[in-house]
Antibody
Framework: QVQLQESGPGLVKPSETLSLTCTVS????????WSWIRQPPGKGLEWIGY???????KYNPSLKSRVTISVDTSKNQFSLRLTSVTAADTAVYYC????????????WGQGTLVTVSS | QSALTQPPSASGSPGQSVTISCTGA?????????VSWYQQHPGKAPKLMIY???KRPSGVPDRFSGSKSANTASLTVSGLQAEDEADYYC?????????FGTGTKVTVL
């Protein structure tokens, strides 16, 4: 069973860059898409973007100018960079496998809370 | 893309059924048979319950079922059990990105 685990700083200062890594275990990254999804405290889910194992990406238009997702299949990891953060970027950030063939997100990490505050 | 609209809450007694709606537009829910549903318990990650409108992943009880009509998708939980109390989110492919619903809190009375 594939497992995903997010890691990275839990506190980021306003205007700085948020960086997270997702480590995949229990399976190969090959032939799959890998996504980042976030959830502000007490609110709903928001898709941030995905990367294919080969490196092609697609981002949420509302975040596109600030987001970069990259992959390192040799380490079974993919990463998120979000620049110029504000308090509105405070959220639990999830990594997930998907979208799959039915455009669903099959497997999720446990999530990591990132707080933007000085 | 705007979030899909779900009722904030729904409830039912054990053994009863509850249905949650998810309303979008022709550019998302109505345009594709790519609606999925996720269950989220407090402090936990979402779990896939339904995909492609009606399909259940292995291990999901058949008490959970999905449907769609025009721009509105629905999730029905039959034979409610205490462990079904959770937040539920719908999601739809929208042509170039993915949009989630506003979420529904299901309470088992």
């Amino acid at each position: 069973q594939v497992q995903l685990q997010e890691s990275g700083p839990g506190l980021v200062k306003p205007s700085e860059t948020l960086s997270l890594t997702c480590t995949v275990s229990g399976g190969s990254m090959s032939s799959y898409y890998w996504s980042w999804i976030r959830q502000p405290p007490g609110k709903g889910l928001e898709w941030i973007g995905y990367i294919y194992y080969s490196g092609s990406t697609k981002y949420n238009p509302s975040l596109k100018s600030r987001v970069t997702i990259s992959v390192d299949t040799s380490k079974n990891q993919f990463s998120l960079r979000l620049t110029s953060v504000t308090a509105a970027d405070t959220a639990v950030y999830y990594c997930a496998r998907g979208p799959s063939s039915g455009e669903e997100f099959e497997h999720w990490g446990q999530g990591t809370l990132v707080t933007v505050s000085s | 893309q705007s979030a899909l609209t779900q009722p904030p809450s729904a409830s039912g007694s054990p053994g009863q059924s509850v249905t949650i709606s998810c309303t979008g537009a022709s550019s998302d829910v109505g345009g594709y048979n790519y609606v999925s549903w996720y269950q989220q318990h407090p402090g936990k990650a979402p779990k896939l319950m339904i995909y492609e409108v009606t399909k259940r992943p292995s291990g999901v009880p058949d008490r959970f079922s999905g449907s769609k009509s025009a721009n509105t998708a629905s999730l029905t939980v039959s034979g409610l059990q205490a462990e079904d109390e959770a937040d539920y989110y719908c999601s739809s492919y929208a042509g170039t990105d993915y949009v989630f619903g506003t979420g529904t809190k299901v309470t088992v009375l």
